[in-house]
C-alpha cells in the first residue's frame, strides 16, 4: 500500500505524464489552468521560489488544523454520528461535479444511499438537502488529528526536497487526509464514485471497502502515461464499448465487472440553414484550436464552440476575445446543439457525440493536420471529395 503522504505526488506524476504526451509542459499547463497566459518564463523561474513559500504557508495551515481539531475532537466527539447506518449499504462519493449526472444514469436508487460530498464541491448545500449525507470532519478522532499533522508535514518537506521545480497543491491536503482516515470508518460498504486518475481515485483505490464501483468520469488517452493505476475496482461503468477499452488497458490493473452507462447527453436541434461544425475545446489546445477555427471561417458552416466545464472565467476570457476574429458561437454548459461534424481532443464528450452517429474528428498536438481536418469536412459534411 502506498505511504498517504504520497498520495498528492502520485496525482502529480499522473498529470505531468498526461501533459508531456500531449506535447506540453507541466508548469505551463497549471500557469496557464489559473490565467496566467504571458510572461511564462518569468513566472516559471519563479517556480522553485514559490513552492518553498507553499510549504511553508501550508505547514502553518496544519498547526491551525491541529490546534483548531484538538479541542473538538478532544472535548466534543459525535458519538451519534459515528454509529449513523449507511442506506443501502452504499456510501456514494461525490469528489466530482460529474459524478451527479453519472450516477443519474446508472441503476443505483439514490435514495436508498449515503452521501459524502467532498471539499472540492461547489454546490454542497442543494446535495445535502436531496441525500442523507455525512460529514467527513465528524469522523476524525484525536489520534487521526495527531496523524494528519504529521503526515501533512512529511508531505511538506519531500516537496521542498523533491519537488520544489513543480507547482503541486499541497495545500490541499489537510482536507485531503481526512478524508483518508475518515472513509476507514466504512471498510463494510460499497463506495461508488467517479475520479479516475486524480488524488481522490488513488486514495480511493488504498483504503478497504465491501465492493468499489466507478463510474466513468471521462476517456483515458490511448498511450501509457499512468503512474499509478487502480487496482482494486469491483465494477466499471463505462460510456461506451470504445471508451471501455481504453480504460482496461491504460487506466485499469484489475478486471471489474464491466457494465455500461445509458448516454449522458441529450443533443438539441438548431435552427439554421446551414451545416453546422462543433470544436470542443481546451485551453492546452488553444493554438491548435486558432487553427481549426481559421479552417472553418473559411468554410461556409455554422460553428460552434463548447467550452471546457473546468475553466476559470479568466481562461473562458481568451475564447470570448476570439470571437472578435472568428465567427463562432459560444454555447453553454448544458446545452448540447445536434450538429453535422465535431471537432475535439481526445476528449469524452467526442466519444458521446460519436455514440450517436455524428462523424467526429479527434486530434493531439502531434497530430492536427488541417488540410486532412478540411478535406474530412468536405467529405463528411458537403459529400465533395478533394485530392490533396
Known sequence: MISPSQFLFYEFENIRSSVIKGGGDYNTYILNSIGINKNIVFFKLLIPIASICISFLTILYYCCFFIRYLFKVSIYQR?????????????????????????????????????????????????????????????????????????????CLIYMFRYCKYLISVYKGPEYY?????????????WVFSNQSDRWAILFDNLPAQEKILLQH????????????????????????????????????CSPELHFLVPTIQLEVIESERHSVLLISYFLFF???????????????????????????????????????????????????KVNFVISYFSTLAYEYNAFNIATFIYTKNSLDVEELKCRILREVFSINQRY
Open 218 to 253: 471521462g476517456i483515458d488517452y490511448p498511450f501509457d502515461y499512468l503512474l499509478y493505476k487502480l487496482k482494486s475496482i469491483s465494477q466499471f461503468y463505462a460510456i461506451s464499448k470504445g471508451t471501455w477499452e481504453n480504460s482496461a488497458k491504460y487506466l485499469l490493473d
Open 178 to 190: 481526512s478524508v483518508y482516515y475518515s472513509l476507514q470508518n466504512f471498510s463494510g460498504n460499497s
Open 79 to 155: 458519538k451519534d454520528i459515528k454509529r449513523l447506518a449507511v442506506k443501502g449499504n452504499t456510501l456514494c462519493l461525490c469528489f466530482t461535479p460529474l459524478f451527479i449526472k453519472r450516477i443519474s444514469n446508472t441503476r443505483f436508487d439514490k435514495e436508498e444511499s449515503t452521501w459524502m460530498i467532498g471539499p472540492n464541491i461547489s454546490d454542497k448545500m442543494t446535495l445535502k438537502q436531496k441525500h442523507q449525507y455525512i460529514e467527513y470532519k465528524d469522523f476524525l478522532v484525536f489520534k487521526d488529528v495527531c496523524a494528519i499533522t504529521l503526515i501533512g508535514f512529511k508531505s
Open 287 to 337: 493554438e491548435e484550436e486558432q487553427k481549426i477555427l481559421s479552417l472553418l471561417s473559411s468554410l461556409d458552416v455554422d460553428i460552434y464552440v463548447k467550452l471546457h466545464p473546468t475553466q476559470t472565467d479568466s481562461v473562458n476570457r481568451r475564447y470570448y476575445d476570439l470571437q472578435n476574429i472568428y465567427n463562432f458561437e459560444i454555447v453553454e454548459k448544458n446545452f448540447f446543439p
